[in-house]
């Protein structure tokens, strides 16, 4: 349940109109709301409290919400209204039935920009120290549509949110920031979603079966794309349509298994794996790895 029923009988003593929705409905609004609070964020001004939940969502999150939960308007308005500081509250919550989640966003979500799962940057404020957007909402954003390769629910759709702030022209990814044309990755903790090429993410623990393949049974990058798209790559809750490939390349599983052996290194070494932003992808870690070599080599003594 997603609210107490005292809180819930006094509320409906003020607005009848609640009435009408069911548990279940006011269930799947509470998880849906909950999953799109990012969402909600990049619609409010920027120098809105985000300790406190917005009185009105942004039409389009009316939108999807009603559609999704099959509440009319004000039903929708009315559910936010007693719902929204639980939904605010509550720390991640865990999807009671994803495929039926992915499923419903594939009819009210895509068609508006909004995906089950979204790739924002970790932070709402600029991380720049001195800069007067570390106390101001980031709000200048772009988002772009990509695919994620997982392990369980093979191809899914997701849009990646690239935020910018224009005040130090720092931007911020989902898996790294930009500043000065130098590329600063997170590794603390290392992100659940690896970016492999610019519109294609691949999931944490996908790369570790790949990482397996490659150094316990010599299957080659190659083959361990093939072995994906044949085997694990179905894609259910995609539109056929997305216009983004759902297909593994094997340039895309190298540098997924390059990528994640610096993090790691880096988490463990408690450093920031600093690379090029620009320039060919094949040569963007080259430098990085020479580096990390060097550095074991003289731990061992070699
Ligand atoms: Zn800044």
């Not at 308005?77 to 966003?105: E, G, M, N």
């Not at 500043?179 to 623990?205: I, S």
Request: hydrophobic residues 35%; proline residues 5%; charged residues 20%.
């Amino acid at each position: 349940m997603t609210t107490d029923l005292q809180q819930l009988l006094e509320f409906a003593s003020l607005n009848p109109g609640i009435l009408s929705v069911t548990l279940s409905q006011m269930a799947l609004f509470h998880q849906l709301a909950s999953l799109h609070r990012r969402d909600i964020i990049l619609t409010l001004h920027a120098r809105t409290n985000i300790n406190e939940p917005p009185t009105h969502l942004s039409p389009s999150l009316n939108l999807f919400l009603s559609g999704a939960c099959e509440l009319t308007p004000d039903e929708t308005r009315l559910c936010w209204l007693l719902l929204r500081h639980k939904i605010w509250d509550t720390s991640d919550v865990q999807a009671s039935d994803p495929a039926q989640l992915r499923s419903i966003h594939r009819i009210h979500g895509d068609p508006i920009g909004l995906t089950y799962t979204a790739l924002y940057p970790p932070n709402l404020f600029c991380y720049t120290p001195g800069c007067r957007r570390s106390q101001i909402l980031i709000t200048k954003a772009m988002q772009r549509k990509a695919v994620i390769y997982t392990l369980s629910d093979g191809v899914v759709p997701t849009y990646h949110i690239h935020m910018y702030c224009e005040h130090c022209k720092t931007g911020y990814h989902n898996n790294f920031y930009v500043r000065n044309g130098r590329r600063f990755y997170y590794t603390n903790p290392v992100p659940e979603y690896l970016q492999v090429g610019t519109h294609h993410f691949a999931e944490r623990r996908l790369v570790k079966l790949w990482t397996a393949q490659l150094l316990y049974s010599r299957t080659s990058a190659f083959h361990c794309a093939q072995i994906y798209n044949y085997a694990l790559k179905n894609s259910p809750s995609m539109d056929p349509d997305w216009g983004v490939s759902p297909t593994v390349r094997c340039e895309e599983v190298s540098d997924a298994f390059t990528l994640l052996s610096l993090l790691e290194d880096c988490e463990h070494r408690n450093t920031v794996l600093e690379v090029a932003h620009t320039g060919l992808q094949k040569d963007r870690f080259t430098a990085a790895v020479q580096a990390r070599d060097e550095y074991f080599e003289q731990l061992l003594g070699i």
